[in-house]
């Protein structure tokens, strides 16, 4: 079963209001959590290190002030999409880690459409 | 600019044929890996290399990490509609623990 789980799977939500998405790690605590992005017929493309109880850290490119990471505790990290628009459309996946062999875990992707 | 290209992006073959992805990179990995990702789900692992030059089988895949733990190659022998999907590399960055980087992909499509 999966060790790390997202929610929501699906979330359509209206431009210009905000939406959280939720990455666990199930049954270990996951002191890093990493969030990507994927665009249709795209790679994944890394977003910011998420790090419990201190701030993300950001890849070149990405704002933190729109993208904002919460990493409260060692089993939860929260990715909040502000005021999003249609071009904010995609896939997020989050990994964590370590796990079991000292390995990352991807959740199953959460799907964000903005209408 | 990715760090990681792949290449070919995009191919399609008989059931039945081998093929061979590349990934390649100037950038040294402490390890790298490679993923199978279906549509509208999260990518899955297939292999982890870490030592240069290593190879490693899974049945009919097979993975190289280069000796200078710049570039990994993945070959599948026999291919099959099953095996039809997204395969992504990705490099673990020399002191990044865990922090991956994922190539460009390969959408591969096997034809029955």
């Known amino acids: 079963g999966a060790v790390v789980s997202q929610h929501p799977s699906w979330v359509i939500c209206k431009s210009g209001t905000s939406v959280k998405i939720e990455c666990r790690s199930l049954d270990f605590q996951a002191t890093t959590m990493f969030w990507y992005r994927q665009f249709p017929k795209q790679s994944l493309m890394l977003m910011a290190t998420?790090?419990?109880?201190?701030?993300?850290?950001?890849e070149q490119g990405v704002e933190k002030d729109k993208f904002l990471i919460n990493h409260a505790s060692l089993t939860l990290s929260t990715l909040t999409v502000t005021s999003a628009h249609p071009e904010d459309s995609s896939f997020y996946i989050c990994?964590?880690?370590?796990?079991?062999?000292?390995?990352?875990?991807f959740g199953e992707g959460s799907w964000l459409t903005v209408v | 600019t990715q760090l990681l290209e792949q290449s070919p992006q995009f191919l399609s073959i008989q059931e039945g044929e081998n093929l061979t992805v590349y990934c390649n990179s100037s950038?040294?990995?402490?390890?790298l890996q490679w993923y199978r990702q279906e549509p509208g789900e999260g990518p899955v692992l297939l292999v982890t290399v870490v030592t240069g030059g290593e190879v490693k089988k899974l049945k009919r895949l097979t993975f190289q990490f280069g000796d200078a733990r710049k570039d990994s190659s993945l070959h599948i022998t026999a291919a099959q509609p099953g095996d039809t999907g997204l395969y992504l590399c990705a490099g673990e960055k020399v002191g990044n623990f865990n922090k991956f980087y994922f190539g460009s992909g390969t959408k591969l499509n096997v034809k029955p």
């Open positions: 998420s790090n419990e109880g201190s701030k993300a850290t950001y």
């Open positions: 990994s964590a880690g370590p796990g079991a062999g000292n390995t990352i875990y």
């Open positions: 950038s040294v990995f402490s390890s």
